[in-house]
């Protein structure tokens, strides 16, 4: 193993051990024998059984058959989700195949940040994500099922999905992806468009034909954000199926994957030889393979919070310093747009996962020694999956890339350390995607700051051509207790038009970016943020604020002793905080941790909430 991933995993074990040791122990007393439906009263399990029909009403009513959850993310207005529309009848089908059952024990809401971007729903995006999970737990507390079967892609989807399986730990789950559209007009030339646009050169009608050529069809974005990011964690920490993660939904392969995972879910289940539940596949190791494949492949900042709130799920502890001191040891292997022109069909052609994890395995950056839901050992996920006689199989690797520009080799990394970067200072903790940032590490911007509270009126400043100059642009108030840690996705377009002009730009902000953003220098997730006592609060139209990713800095350049003197901003939110439905959202925003704490308030017991209170009521 690489002595430093070694180390960062030592660390977590350490640092988790008391949590981690109550999880297991919780666990292991959830166990039974036999069937769990059986437990249940007759009157109960009647209520469970009135509308089953034939064998599968026999085969619940009595023996030894496994019932599996489906928990679907089903909706058909977004493309990623829309894909699952006949998945429940389609893992029934392969379930009773498997000798088992099968039962849709809920729905969870799929909410779209591309629709939401820029807009109020926005502001619900990241609770959605305790929604899921909540919603997740529901389904399953009624105690009827031996294993289950997650339907959920994309951004808070699949992680709320995991921290609200992992409350049922002692059952075998599988995560079953839909795969990502087919590739249209490429981002490179959808990001022109947009900058084309911010300035008035093509029209709104022109605009939402090239959108429309970029979004055109079933499946995730084809560009590497959250979504992606996601599946590609969700198999390097085995959770899918190996190669499950990019087959496109039209491909007949992509149906007999699912095949796969619905018989396979039934072989881990308590009642047969091959128990393997969800909570030992989750482990302090495999936590650490995710954030390797993370900063391997320069993925969304997103995950230095859902990796953060999974593992929390699982009784482990992780934070920012984990995932800084890893990037500094890990390579860059992939790019893929924002990082590179290509997109995740394009990882995919060059040998995909199995190449990856191939590459990183063979370094030493990976644990090998995991459970997975394809059995144990890591290994298993260098084979690529194909299509023989209407089935999943599973074959040899491909021996390298087949597209080194997108998929590089140990030998020649496209850079010797991996695409994040935690910044620390005055300001606070933050963390900066660098793999899409054209100076890399060697980007130092020192600039003054141009304060705003929403990004409405950064994007009037920008109309209004006030914007012209060299600036650091401060979004505060956007944090996660403030206004739920909306994605500021939108901003990068007229920043990135500004650097284009020959100015100096950078944003620091307590709010998010878009996994996809790239080349505007941007310190996000800042940690205290504003409303809870963080020194964005303080912070004033043309004070120096300096960003130094090479030192790992965030720094306010202003006197210790005049800070000391200021008074905390304001926070104006009532606008922010009604409308859209959010105002019903407001108990579980007033509880949501911290950035680096997961951003969740399913975690709350274990620390005070935040006492700081600037301007805004209860």
Same mark, same amino acid.
């Given at each position: 193993?690489?002595?430093?991933?070694?180390?960062?995993?030592?660390?977590?074990? *350490?640092?988790?051990?008391?949590?981690?040791?109550?999880?297991?122990?919780?666990?292991?007393?959830?166990?039974?024998?036999?069937?769990?439906?059986? =437990?249940?009263?007759?009157?109960?399990?009647?209520?469970?059984?009135?509308?089953?029909?034939?064998? %599968?009403?026999?085969?619940?009513?009595?023996?030894?058959?496994?019932?599996?959850?489906?928990?679907?993310?089903?909706?058909?207005?977004?493309?990623?989700?829309?894909?699952?529309?006949?998945?429940?009848?389609?893992?029934?089908?392969?379930?009773?195949?498997?000798?088992?059952?099968?039962?849709?024990?809920?729905?969870?809401?799929?909410?779209?940040?591309?629709?939401?971007?820029?807009?109020?729903?926005?502001?619900?995006?990241?609770?959605?994500?305790?929604?899921?999970?909540?919603?997740?737990?529901?389904?399953?507390?009624?105690?009827?099922?031996?294993?289950?079967?997650?339907?959920?892609?994309?951004?808070?989807?699949?992680?709320?999905?995991?921290?609200?399986?992992?409350?049922?730990?002692?059952?075998?789950?599988?995560?079953?992806?839909?795969?990502?559209?087919?590739?249209?007009?490429?981002?490179? *030339? &959808?990001?022109?468009?947009?900058?084309?646009?911010?300035?008035?050169?093509?029209?709104?009608?022109?605009?939402?034909?090239?959108?429309?050529?970029?979004? /055109?069809?079933?499946?995730?974005?084809?560009?590497?954000?959250?979504?992606?990011?996601?599946?590609?964690?969700?198999?390097?920490?085995?959770? /899918?199926? $190996?190669?499950?993660?990019?087959?496109?939904?039209?491909?007949?392969?992509?149906?007999?994957?699912?095949?796969?995972?619905?018989?396979?879910?039934?072989?881990?289940?308590?009642?047969? @030889?091959?128990?393997?539940?969800?909570?030992?596949?989750? +482990?302090?190791?495999? !936590?650490?393979?995710?954030?390797?494949?993370?900063?391997?492949?320069?993925?969304?900042?997103?995950?230095?919070? /859902?990796?953060?709130?999974?593992?929390?799920?699982?009784?482990?502890?992780?934070?920012?310093?984990?995932?800084?001191?890893?990037?500094?040891?890990?390579?860059?292997?992939? =790019?893929?747009?924002?990082?590179? $022109?290509?997109?995740?069909? +394009?990882?995919?052609?060059?040998?995909?996962?199995?190449?990856?994890? +191939? #590459?990183?395995?063979?370094?030493?950056?990976?644990?090998?020694?995991?459970?997975?839901?394809?059995?144990?050992?890591?290994?298993?996920?260098?084979?690529?999956?194909?299509?023989?006689?209407?089935?999943?199989?599973? +074959? @040899?690797?491909? &021996?390298?890339?087949?597209?080194?520009?997108?998929?590089?080799s140990l030998a020649q990394p496209f850079s010797p350390t991996g695409g994040l970067k935690v910044l620390d200072g005055n300001l606070g903790r933050a963390v900066i995607k660098v793999s899409a940032l054209a100076?890399g590490d060697a980007t130092c911007i020192e600039a003054p700051a141009m304060v705003f509270h929403t990004q409405t009126a950064l994007a009037e400043a920008f109309h209004a051509g006030k914007l012209d100059r060299?600036?650091?642009?401060?979004?505060?108030?956007?944090?996660?207790?403030?206004?739920?840690?909306?994605?500021?996705?939108?901003?990068?377009?007229?920043?990135?038009?500004?650097?284009? =002009?020959?100015?100096?730009?950078?944003?620091?902000?307590?709010?998010?970016?878009?996994?996809?953003?790239?080349?505007?220098?941007?310190?996000?997730?800042?940690?205290?943020?504003?409303?809870?006592?963080?020194?964005?609060?303080? !912070?004033?139209?043309?004070?120096?604020?300096?960003?130094?990713?090479?030192?790992?800095?965030? *720094?306010?350049?202003?006197?210790?002793? @005049?800070?000391?003197?200021? *008074?905390?901003?304001?926070?104006?939110?009532?606008?922010?905080?009604?409308?859209?439905?959010?105002?019903?959202?407001?108990?579980?925003?007033?509880?949501?941790?911290?950035? %680096?704490?997961?951003?969740?308030?399913?975690?709350?017991?274990?620390?005070?909430?935040? &006492?700081?209170?600037?301007?805004?009521? #209860?």
């Open positions: 193993m690489n002595s430093t991933v070694e180390k960062v995993t030592q660390r977590i074990i *350490e640092r988790s051990c008391p949590h981690r040791e109550s999880y297991l122990r919780n666990m292991e007393a959830a166990q039974v024998t036999g069937p769990f439906r059986h =437990r249940l009263a007759s009157s109960n399990l009647a209520h469970d059984l009135a509308v089953c029909r034939g064998g %599968e009403c026999q085969a619940l009513r009595g023996g030894q058959a496994p019932n599996i959850a489906i928990i679907t993310s089903y909706n058909d207005m977004l493309s990623a989700h829309h894909t699952y529309e006949h998945y429940p009848a389609q893992i029934k089908k392969a379930v009773a195949t498997a000798g088992g059952t099968a039962q849709v024990a809920a729905g969870v809401p799929a909410m779209c940040d591309g629709v939401t971007q820029g807009e109020p729903g926005m502001d619900l995006s990241l609770i959605s994500r305790d929604v899921i999970a909540m919603s997740t737990v529901i389904g399953l507390s009624h105690n009827v099922f031996d294993g289950a079967l997650l339907l959920g892609i994309c951004d808070k989807i699949m992680p709320g999905l995991l921290m609200g399986a992992l409350q049922f730990g002692y059952l075998p789950m599988i995560l079953v992806p839909g795969g990502p559209m087919r590739t249209g007009l490429s981002n490179r *030339e &959808k990001a022109r468009a947009r900058e084309q646009f911010a300035q008035g050169k093509i029209s709104k009608e022109e605009m939402l034909a090239v959108e429309c050529a970029s979004y /055109h069809g079933g499946g995730t974005c084809t560009f590497y954000g959250t979504a992606n990011s996601n599946q590609l964690i969700a198999e390097i920490m085995g959770l /899918h199926l $190996p190669g499950a993660s990019f087959v496109n939904p039209d491909d007949p392969l992509r149906e007999a994957l699912t095949n796969a995972a619905s018989a396979r879910v039934c072989e881990l289940t308590h009642l047969g @030889e091959n128990y393997t539940p969800l909570c030992r596949v989750v +482990s302090e190791q495999s !936590v650490v393979n995710g954030i390797v494949g993370l900063l391997a492949t320069g993925g969304s900042t997103n995950q230095t919070m /859902h990796l953060v709130a999974i593992a929390r799920a699982a009784g482990i502890r992780i934070n920012w310093d984990d995932f800084s001191e890893l990037s500094e040891a890990v390579p860059m292997l992939v =790019r893929i747009y924002p990082n590179g $022109p290509g997109d995740i069909n +394009s990882f995919q052609a060059a040998g995909g996962m199995a190449v990856l994890i +191939s #590459e990183l395995l063979g370094g030493g950056f990976l644990h090998n020694e995991v459970m997975t839901v394809a059995g144990e050992g890591l290994e298993r996920y260098t084979q690529r999956p194909t299509l023989v006689a209407g089935k999943a199989q599973w +074959s @040899e690797r491909p &021996k390298s890339s087949r597209v080194p520009e997108v998929i590089a100076d060299d600036l650091v642009a401060v979004i505060r108030f956007q944090g996660p207790q403030a206004t739920g840690m909306p994605e500021l996705h939108k901003l990068i377009t007229p920043l990135s038009v500004i650097m284009d =002009r020959g100015f100096r730009v950078a944003m620091v902000t307590d709010g998010r970016l878009s996994g996809a953003s790239g080349k505007v220098p941007a310190a996000i997730h800042v940690t205290p943020e504003a409303l809870c006592g963080g020194m964005l609060a303080k !912070v004033r139209d043309g004070d120096l604020i300096r960003i130094d990713v090479g030192a790992g800095s965030l *720094e306010l350049l202003v006197d210790e002793a @005049e800070l000391a003197k200021r *008074e905390y901003a304001e926070a104006e939110l009532d606008e922010q905080r009604y409308g859209v439905g959010r105002q019903i959202f407001a108990a579980l925003r007033s509880d949501m941790l911290g950035a %680096e704490e997961g951003a969740s308030s399913l975690f709350t017991y274990v620390r005070e909430k935040c &006492k700081v209170n600037f301007g805004v009521d #209860e």
